[in-house]
């Protein structure tokens, strides 16, 4: 199986243990860091997840990760927050963000500048547009995005 097999198997079966304990599903991710393979799940809920919430998650998983087998290689599993940084993944992310300041950093610089700042107005399968503080209004093709996140001041 592929990365994406891996991804994609994995969201389907952990998707009704997700919904019966009113969480959302942020992401599912199959990567290797060294010699070591890590399936890991990105949990959220209204108000944050807590370590209990990952940790019902978890063990529930578990053993349908047992029982299903559908992974070949020795992996870790884990299950935690996306935390506050999180990037804008999926339709929903970019839904909730409307009118939010974002930071969009680039994969090739566009006027010499290659992350932005400003609230984002819009969004389509292929386009993302923010206005600056200037009232500069900016459309980026997805291709070019690198990450593109809530932006923080710290």
């Given at each position: 199986?592929?990365?994406?097999?891996?991804e994609?198997?994995?969201?389907?079966?952990?998707?009704?243990?997700?919904e019966?304990?009113?969480?959302?599903?942020?992401?599912?991710?199959?990567?290797?860091e060294?010699?070591?393979?890590?399936l890991?799940?990105?949990?959220d809920?209204?108000?944050?997840v807590?370590?209990?919430?990952?940790?019902?998650?978890?063990?529930?998983?578990?053993?349908?990760?047992?029982?299903?087998?559908?992974?070949?290689?020795?992996?870790?599993f884990?299950?935690?927050?996306?935390?506050?940084?999180?990037?804008?993944?999926?339709?929903k992310?970019?839904?909730?963000?409307?009118?939010?300041?974002?930071e969009?950093?680039?994969?090739?610089p566009?006027?010499?500048?290659?992350?932005?700042?400003?609230?984002?107005?819009?969004?389509?399968k292929n386009?993302?547009?923010?206005q600056?503080?200037?009232?500069?209004?900016?459309?980026f093709?997805?291709?070019?995005?690198?990450?593109?996140?809530?932006?923080?001041?710290?």
């Amino acid at each position: 199986m592929a990365k994406k097999d891996y991804e994609n198997m994995t969201e389907t079966l952990i998707m009704p243990l997700i919904e019966a304990n009113h969480m959302e599903l942020v992401d599912v991710e199959w990567v290797r860091e060294g010699s070591v393979y890590y399936l890991r799940v990105y949990i959220d809920k209204e108000g944050g997840v807590t370590v209990d919430d990952c940790e019902v998650i978890s063990r529930a998983f578990g053993d349908i990760l047992d029982e299903k087998d559908y992974i070949s290689e020795n992996y870790v599993f884990e299950v935690s927050s996306p935390g506050l940084d999180r990037p804008l993944k999926k339709e929903k992310d970019f839904a909730r963000s409307i009118g939010k300041e974002v930071e969009i950093k680039l994969f090739k610089p566009v006027n010499k500048q290659k992350e932005f700042i400003g609230e984002l107005k819009a969004y389509d399968k292929n386009t993302v547009t923010i206005q600056l503080d200037d009232e500069e209004t900016v459309v980026f093709n997805r291709s070019d995005i690198a990450v593109i996140r809530l932006a923080f001041f710290y």
